[in-house]
């Protein structure tokens, strides 16, 4: 800004004419000068400061002036009265400008107060510290003055209405240092300027009173304060909003340190000698000592009131679920006890399907509108006498008080036809499902009722059901799914896992082009544990993650250790099953290449292979393998034609390699759909550039028919089972027509 450094100007100039004042001899015509000019200046400053930054509020700083052109007019009186006309009347038309600039002073102080809105707290902090600080001015101030019994009447007046006028002041200042919230400098200097006044006031008056000495060591603090005040109007902050919201002062340790001490101030003037002596200054302090403890009683009741109102605040908050107003999880808690101590409770636990796919592709805000408009429906189909959750996330409960398990299961089916219906959100026709479990009964504690609706609405999850009901046999399934991974863990940690490798073999030469990684666990009990009992245990508790790295890194090493020691009878490529948690994590593609490396096996030597239902969702799972093609890694999609959407997924995955699943090749030498299945298939994989290999094949006829329609590739039990050594001489056996070696 242009004029942003006016004010440092203005404070120099100002400070070094308050010096010049100061060395010139007092109540000398250059010393009056200086001091008007001074006074003049100063209502030149706000007006200038008004005109260059106009504020939105003028009225306080017009104000303002218009108390120091007063103030002034009553300076240059006075000096006519002394320097010309020789006299010195009190009171004069000197004092008259001097006690009318104090209304002005104190309306723009007020319209300075006004803009701050405060707390009744906030009143009455500033009523302890403007009393404690007026029985202080009382007792030293105005109480000396009030007593002279020399003067007359109007003397006695006039004098009084100085100090008055000066606790006005004090108690608007203690207004504007104990309201909260931030103030601009320009604030901080008025305010500055007002105390310098009201202490060049207070030592104008205590100097008399109590001294021989003259009061011209005064005029530096009422012109400073005059300085003070121009600088405040030429400050750019001058112009900022007022803070016209409602402000609530924090009491902290410096609020409660200025209440502690003027409440002292009360006792602490008693030991003085002079008011402690005197029975009017001993009622002074009584009455002082009154007021401070009224308020302080008052300020300590609005403490205990705004804590109630916040513990009721905090309780219903507590209580209620703030995205859908439903109750929350405590509430339902509660609920829950009560209605087991008094008759036979039935709850459905609501989990919705799929709501993390709208976070994630909608946004956050399109989420939130989803929960509230399906909070809204389970809110309406709920029986009256219901208590309605929301227990976190997606998950939504329904409690019946007293209710058998058909009734439960007659609301549990009205809800889910309800939550199956679309949600219109953002644009969007939105399909969430849920899945329901059902749980309750006498004898039961809210724990296990809750951890029973939770294993049912699971178990409906993973079986595609809307709703099941809790039953001993799902207790037995966990039981059985926890120590599985206990034993999963074990087995890691002590090598009881090995990798086999089936051959991928390559028509019409009949060599192993390449072999699938597969795992088995050689439990020293159970025995050889089958991959279908264990991998869907180690998916659910993350062990997956781990046992699928191991997996990599072995495979990735016995591939280039049969590259090393048989050379062209090597199988070209190993492919390695990955799940779906393995490409949820970021570092994944960082995880293949680290075992690459390790190996020394080239990428292009590797193929991962992920199923349809792995990347469908879309996400970090594609994005992995985007890495991984960039690595030089190839990928197979596994099972394919069983998915939701596969030839979909042709155009969002970037696939090298389709496995056709083996529910195409079973019926492949009968002529019908199947066969015409497979042809297709395999027709679609050439269209696009891509490898074809048949999975499951099991005899000469399925390799013939598929060969026939044109499958260079396949894999089955008819080429050899899983192994760790596989044979790879059996192209030898396949090229001179033989049967093929049976692993």
């Given at each position: 800004m242009r004029h942003g450094r006016l004010w440092i100007w203005w404070l120099a100039a100002g400070v070094a004419a308050i010096a010049g004042h100061y060395v010139l001899p007092a109540s000398s015509s250059t010393a009056n000068l200086v001091y008007d000019v001074i006074g003049v200046m100063t209502v030149v400053a706000i007006l200038l400061g008004l005109r260059l930054h106009r504020p939105a509020r003028p009225a306080m700083w017009r104000w303002f002036a218009a108390g120091q052109v007063t103030f002034v007019l009553g300076d240059v009186t006075w000096e006519i009265y002394e320097n010309v006309l020789?006299?010195?009347?009190?009171?004069?038309?000197?004092?008259?400008?001097?006690?009318?600039?104090?209304?002005?002073?104190?309306?723009?102080?007020l319209l300075l107060v006004r803009q701050r809105r405060s707390s009744l707290g906030d009143l009455i902090d500033s009523a302890i510290v403007a009393t404690g600080l007026a029985l202080v001015f009382w007792i030293f101030v105005l109480y000396p003055v009030a007593a002279d019994s020399g003067q007359t009447l109007v003397e006695h007046v006039v004098t009084i209405a100085?100090?008055?006028?000066?606790?006005?002041?004090?108690a608007l200042l203690a207004r504007l240092f104990t309201s909260g919230g931030a103030r601009t400098p320009s604030v901080h200097l008025l305010v500055?300027?007002?105390?310098?006044?009201?202490?060049?006031?207070?030592?104008?008056?205590?100097?008399p009173l109590y001294s021989d000495a003259s009061t011209h060591p005064t005029d530096p603090i009422f012109l400073l304060s005059y300085v003070v005040w121009g600088v405040a109007a030429l400050h750019p902050s001058m112009a900022a909003p007022p803070a016209t919201g409602r402000v609530s002062a924090r009491v902290g340790r410096g609020r409660l340190l200025l209440f502690g001490l003027c409440s002292l101030?009360?006792?602490?003037?008693?030991l003085i000698p002079r008011v402690g002596g005197d029975p009017a200054g001993r009622l002074s302090v009584a009455v002082g000592a009154t007021a401070l403890i009224l308020l302080v009683i008052a300020r300590m009741s609005g403490f205990v009131f705004e804590?109630?109102?916040?513990?009721?605040?905090?309780?219903?908050?507590?209580?209620?679920d703030a995205l859908t107003g439903l109750a929350s999880r405590r509430r339902f808690e509660l609920a829950l006890t009560d209605a087991l101590a008094a008759g036979r409770p039935q709850m459905a636990l609501l989990g919705l399907n799929g709501f993390k796919n709208v976070n994630d592709e909608l946004g956050r805000p399109v989420g939130d509108r989803v929960l509230e408009l399906l909070a809204e429906r389970v809110a309406a189909l709920a029986p009256e006498s219901s208590v309605v959750a929301r227990l976190g996330g997606d998950e939504f409960a329904v409690l019946l008080p007293s209710a058998s398990a058909d009734e439960i299961r007659v609301v549990?089916?009205?809800?889910?036809?309800?939550?199956g219906a679309p949600v219109a959100v953002g644009g969007h026709e939105l399909y969430v499902g849920v899945a329901i479990g059902l749980a309750g009964g006498r004898g039961l504690t809210p724990v296990e009722v809750l951890r029973q609706a939770e294993a049912a609405m699971h178990a409906a999850k993973q079986t595609g059901e809307p709703v099941r009901r809790w039953t001993p046999a799902l207790d037995e399934r966990a039981g059985e799914f926890v120590r599985l991974g206990a034993e999963i863990r074990a087995a890691l940690d002590h090598d009881q896992f090995r990798v086999v490798y089936q051959p991928i073999v390559e028509l019409p030469s009949g060599r192993v082009a390449a072999v699938e990684a597969l795992v088995r666990w050689e439990h020293p009990v159970r025995g050889v544990v089958s991959p279908?009992?264990?991998?869907?245990?180690?998916?659910?508790?993350?062990?997956?993650?781990?046992?699928?790295?191991?997996?990599?890194?072995?495979?990735?090493?016995?591939?280039?250790?049969?590259?090393?020691?048989?050379?062209?009878?090597?199988?070209?490529?190993?492919?390695?099953?990955?799940?779906?948690?393995?490409?949820?994590?970021?570092?994944?593609?960082?995880?293949?290449?680290?075992?690459?490396?390790?190996?020394?096996?080239?990428?292009?030597?590797?193929a991962v292979e992920v199923t349809e239902t792995a990347v469908f969702e879309g996400g970090q799972a594609v994005t992995a393998l985007h890495e991984l093609r960039a690595l030089g890694v190839r990928i197979a999609l596994d099972d394919f034609g069983t998915g939701h959407s596969s030839l979909g997924l042709l155009q969002t995955v970037p696939v090298d390699i389709l496995k056709v699943d083996k529910s195409f090749v079973d019926n492949v030498t009968q002529a019908g759909r199947h066969t015409v299945i497979a042809e297709a298939l395999f027709q679609v994989s050439t269209g696009l550039g891509l490898s074809a290999v048949a999975e499951g094949v099991e005899t000469a006829e399925q390799a013939d028919a598929l060969h026939r329609l044109g499958y260079r590739y396949l894999q089955g039990y008819y080429y050899g089972r899983p192994v760790a050594e596989p044979d790879f001489a059996l192209s030898a056996a396949i090229a001179a027509g033989s049967e093929p070696v049976r692993a």
């Open positions: 020789h006299l010195s009347p009190y009171p004069s038309l000197a004092d008259a400008f001097y006690l009318g600039s104090y209304p002005m002073f104190v309306v723009g102080l100085y100090p008055v006028a000066d606790v006005l002041l004090l500055l300027g007002t105390t310098l006044q009201l202490a060049g006031d207070t030592a104008f008056s205590v100097i101030l009360a006792p602490a003037l008693l804590v109630r109102r916040q513990s009721a605040e905090l309780t219903r908050a507590a209580m209620s549990a089916a009205t809800l889910s036809s309800a939550l279908a009992a264990f991998i869907p245990v180690a998916e659910r508790n993350g062990l997956i993650v781990e046992l699928g790295e191991w997996i990599l890194r072995t495979a990735c090493r016995q591939l280039a250790e049969w590259r090393a020691t048989l050379g062209d009878r090597a199988p070209e490529r190993v492919s390695v099953n990955v799940s779906a948690r393995q490409l949820a994590r970021p570092q994944f593609a960082a995880t293949v290449a680290a075992a690459l490396a390790d190996s020394g096996l080239p990428a292009s030597r590797l």
